[in-house]
């Protein structure tokens, strides 16, 4: 599996490449070395405003400690840090009796099959029984596509014919996995256009089939989203959680963009977190998002980032 490290790559050089013409300039933190870190900033997708606020806490706390500008970047990293800390809340939750149900939503082309398939193999790894729900039968070839990871994977997968109700298939689903002791469903759903109203309804629709099986269900709504889009992808998050309320964020394709700091404008623009990144096209290329991993790998610390994962790992 890949590391956030190696994940972060493009984005942590488009940075850097930004940053250095900074430090030739001198030591002093002139108002253009304040300027040029905006830029790296937004350069990666953190975001203007997110850029600038964040930019001028770094400032304050660089003049009130008077330090100089070989450390400002362990400034920068303590303050991304509190950003990305969890809201009050977010980890106090109970954990719901099994099985928990997982709503994947997102665009087309977001990957939200191939996100769906990801997580049930980072489930089945730490020993939960998992069974798949094919609910984008607005293609048949989504539902396919799912077939095929089920079978390498070695998971049940719920489904119907092309056309099917996807409430009915989402009902269908949980009966089954409460019957079968299973630990995990995860429900992929169809690619819905953000600014069609009448497909978030059916979204709504799925997510009601679920409350009357299981009043609490569905447990996470995580929205899959394409890390590559950039900015663009806010406008995305906005109106899934106004429809389903979105409990979190599977940035996809982190490996394969410069825009990673779009994890931050996520964060920030919205209040929900990131849950996994995707960083790498196999089935294990999956991990649980991780704060201080990301800031490291972000700001090119190598040592804290591969300590922290194996951390993680172990």
Not at 103 to 121: D, E, H, Q, Y
Not at 172 to 188: N, T
Request: overall charge negative; charged content about 25%.
């Amino acid at each position: 599996m890949k590391t956030i490290f190696k994940g972060l790559a493009k984005t942590r050089r488009a940075l850097r490449e930004n940053l250095s013409g900074l430090f030739k300039k001198g030591p002093g933190l002139s108002p253009e070395f304040w300027e040029g870190w905006e830029a790296a900033l937004i350069e990666v997708d953190v975001g203007v405003r997110q850029a600038v606020e964040l930019t001028e806490r770094v400032k304050a706390r660089a003049e009130e400690e008077r330090v100089d500008a070989t450390a400002v970047s362990e400034l920068f990293r303590a303050e991304l840090l509190k950003m990305l800390q969890p809201l009050p809340g977010e980890e106090t939750s109970e954990t719901p009796v099994p099985p928990i149900v997982t709503m994947i939503v997102g665009v087309n082309g977001s990957g939200k099959t191939t996100a769906a398939a990801k997580l049930a193999r980072y489930r089945q790894k730490r020993g939960e029984k998992v069974i798949l729900a094919a609910c984008d039968t607005f293609r048949a070839a989504a539902i396919e596509q799912l077939g095929i990871w089920a079978e390498r994977l070695g998971v049940e997968m719920v489904s119907q014919k092309y056309g099917a109700d996807a409430a009915a298939v989402a009902f269908d689903a949980y009966s089954a996995a409460r019957s079968r002791g299973a630990d995990r469903l995860i429900i992929d759903t169809a690619g819905r256009l953000h600014t069609r109203s009448n497909l978030m309804e059916e979204l709504k629709k799925i997510a009601r089939a679920l409350g009357k099986t299981e009043p609490s269900a569905p447990h996470e709504v995580l929205l899959s989203l394409d890390a590559v889009v950039g900015q663009n992808g806010l406008l995305q998050a906005r109106s899934f959680l106004e429809a389903v309320g979105l409990t979190g964020v599977i940035l996809n394709k982190l490996d394969g963009t410069a825009r990673g700091g779009i994890v931050l404008a996520v964060r920030e623009e919205l209040g929900i977190p990131v849950r996994f990144v995707g960083i790498g096209e196999g089935s294990d290329d999956l991990a649980e998002f991780d704060p201080a991993a990301f800031v490291d790998a972000l700001l090119n610390d190598s040592s804290r980032t591969e300590e922290s994962e194996s951390s993680l790992s172990s």
